[in-house]
């Protein structure tokens, strides 16, 4: 037996018995998310049926039992555009394990591989790997189970494989059609050997190219004998997949083709990270910033962007937060920071007010508030072309009994200087404050939203628009007002040629 290869002794599976005399009713698929420092603010969806069962967090586990045997496919979703799936067999009593991560931190490299169970177990009872040793049990419904081909096991191997005499035969888990799709370039190849000899071997090429072999593989005259499990890395296009068995009675050739089509990368405009704070712990809440962040989302998503978005971030996940964003920033050309909520300035510096933080002094201010300025000077470090950074957060005065100089800090945001390729927009001139609104949106946010999708307008004559509009509707209470260095023209929406 090779390192590649799991070889399970499988007995009494089709009896629903063990060897014990104890009813196996369900398989238990333990999916796990090893702790990792990038991208671990987003919670992973596990889903079957395309319907969510359970949730990842970075450095936790859990465990799905299914009471149907046959094949499965569950899918790892990060984000709208961004998941993968795995498919196998499944039978009762038996344990199976996925890993899911990110290979390279970020959504690009989503990974959701099954893992031979010796690998998979020492990983998953491994408690350095997570950030909690609790784990999740979750039953599925058997009524609405995401098993497929389960009366494979009920009819017998031989309606799947029509096989004379006593030759050795197989039952096909993983893949379970004659020609399966793939997105992903690892698979898990699953077979189910039954023989009437006491001794059978195996041979499987890939391609034509021998792939394994193995001797004097003892059997059990029984249904599923044993079951194959192997790791396959699969090349673009067909990869067939050739079984050979043989015993004392003959021999049995199988054959099935995996496709494996290599996802198409999707092409962003650029990283908006969108952050709505309405849910303030200690000063009043804002009804508007979680309507704002949603229609923003919606929005640059329409626009060709990659989209981050959150909603009611205390101080520490709001810094984690935009750490992640510009980690990844640097691998696009262009960058959208909106920020919807509670903001104010304290020594000529602008500071995004987290939900939970609690001002009364100066101290608290640059230690629980977010300083716009250092991730502007973050941005400039970057080779990206174009930064917008959209602030409505100048809104009513947060937090009355703060203990500071009234010189040095107030409610409305300050000028800022934008570094090179960057525009900065606030909801209202320096030192002012804006409306929340009395509408779904604040009413700089709802004026953006009336003029980005407007063809081929230039992104500061897009802002100059927004500022006419909502003076207008404000009779001049509010005046929005931008800092610009950019070098490049800029449109959200720009009409093919």
Known sequence: MTSKTFLALCFFLFTGWTDSGTETEYAEIHIFRPKQFQ??????????????????????????????????????????????????????????????????????????????????????????????????????????SAVVNED????????????????????????????????????????????????MSLKVDVNSTSYEELEDIITHDRKCSYTYISTLTLKPGANKIKVKLSDEFGMSFFTRTVYYEEPEELKYRGLALIIGNSNYLHTDNLSNPKNDAYDMRLAMRKLGFEVMKYDNLESDEMKRVIGNYLLKLDKYKTGVVFYAGHGVQHSGRNYLVPVDANLSNENDITSSCVDTGSILSKMELMDVETN???????????????????????????????????????????????SDGTGKNGLYTQEILNYIYKPDLKLEDLFKQVRVSVMKKSNNQQIPWETSSLVKDFYFYQQPN
């Open 388 to 434: 917008i950074v959209i602030l409505d957060a100048c809104r009513s005065t947060p937090f009355e009994g703060l203990r500071v100089k009234e010189s040095d800090s107030s409610a409305g945001l300050t000028g800022t200087d934008a570094p090179p390729g960057t525009i900065v927009a606030f909801a209202t001139a320096p030192g002012r404050t804006a």
């Open 39 to 144: 991208g671990g603010a987003v919670i992973f969806q596990a889903q079957a049926n395309d319907k969510t069962f359970g949730h990842l967090s970075n450095g936790s586990k859990l465990i799905y039992r299914v009471f149907n045997e046959g094949a499965i496919e569950l899918k790892l979703k990060a984000s709208v555009f961004t998941s993968k799936k795995v498919s196998f067999g499944v039978l009762k009593g038996q344990k199976y394990y996925i890993k899911a991560g990110y290979g390279d931190g970020f959504g690009s490299k989503l990974s959701f591989v099954q893992l031979p169970e010796s690998e998979g177990k020492q990983q998953f009872e491994n408690p350095a790997l997570f950030h909690r040793k609790k784990v999740k049990l979750i039953d599925e419904n058997p009524e609405m």
């Open 152 to 199: 494979v096991f009920s009819i017998g191997l031989e309606k799947i494989e029509e096989i004379e005499g006593n030759k050795p035969s197989l039952g096909w888990i993983s893949p379970a059609k004659a020609n399966f799709k793939t997105d992903v370039n690892t698979f898990s190849l699953q077979l189910c050997l039954t023989s009437d000899a006491k001794k």
